[in-house]
């Protein structure tokens, strides 16, 4: 896949997925939207895939900021009004948060809180597919609006959007690792035709 710029890597993949041609990056001068105009470039400089975790919990309060945040950004990089609305819905496997019981939470964001999500027998399994973070954030979407925005830009608008949860959350001293495999079974907690697309994990990284 083509490399994308330090300074644009938002924008750039929304370029490329729009185009279908590599990005050739952002003028000199040229303000980029999205979370470049947001995070220095420590955060992008510095990300990292972390895949253990230590026993630190993470307040409630800061996992809100983390989804608020990369979904503003999602909305100004891909305007429903011209690109489709893919129905990208975030829920939350809560293992270690403080504040949220451990369960599985869909985030609202109207309210910009949490809706409970039941306990699915699933929930358990979750670490050992991905990683034993304190919190798993599952990127799902909705295959019955697929007929008015192309498949693959639903993948790419999932992923784009877990890009933003991990940049948002590195921005906060959290640190994270994505993973493109779905879980079918969590197709159950969503609306009709909704599927999970992506997952990120999300925590502190264990001090070494």
Not at 15 to 34: C, D, I, L
Not at 42 to 68: H, I, K, M, N, Y
Not at 91 to 114: I, K, N, Q, S
Request: aromatic share 8%; charged share 20%; glycine share 12%.
């Amino acid at each position: 896949m083509p490399l994308l710029a330090l300074d644009a890597p938002s924008s750039a993949v929304t370029t490329m997925s729009r185009h279908r041609r590599p990005p050739r990056g952002t003028p000199s001068g040229a303000q980029v939207e999205g979370l470049t105009t947001e995070y220095p470039k420590s955060v992008l400089a510095g990300r990292r895939s972390v895949r253990r975790f230590g026993d630190r919990t993470v307040p409630v309060e800061e996992l809100t900021d983390v989804l608020g945040t990369a979904e503003g950004a999602q909305r100004r990089q891909w305007p429903a009004g011209r690109h489709g609305d893919p129905g990208l819905t975030l829920m939350a496997a809560a293992y270690r948060v403080d504040g949220l019981p451990g369960a599985l939470h869909v985030w609202c964001r109207e309210t910009a809180a949490f809706d409970p999500g039941g306990n699915p027998e699933w929930l358990r399994r979750l670490p050992a597919w991905f990683a034993a973070a304190p919190a798993l954030v599952l990127v799902c979407g909705s295959i019955n609006r697929a007929d008015r925005i192309a498949y693959g830009q639903l993948l790419v608008q999932a992923g784009a959007l877990g890009y933003e949860i991990w940049l948002a959350a590195r921005s906060r001293g959290l640190e994270c690792s994505v993973y493109g495999n779905a879980i079918h079974e969590a197709s159950g907690a969503l609306a009709p035709g909704g599927r999970h697309l992506f997952t990120v994990a999300l925590g502190y990284a264990v001090e070494v």
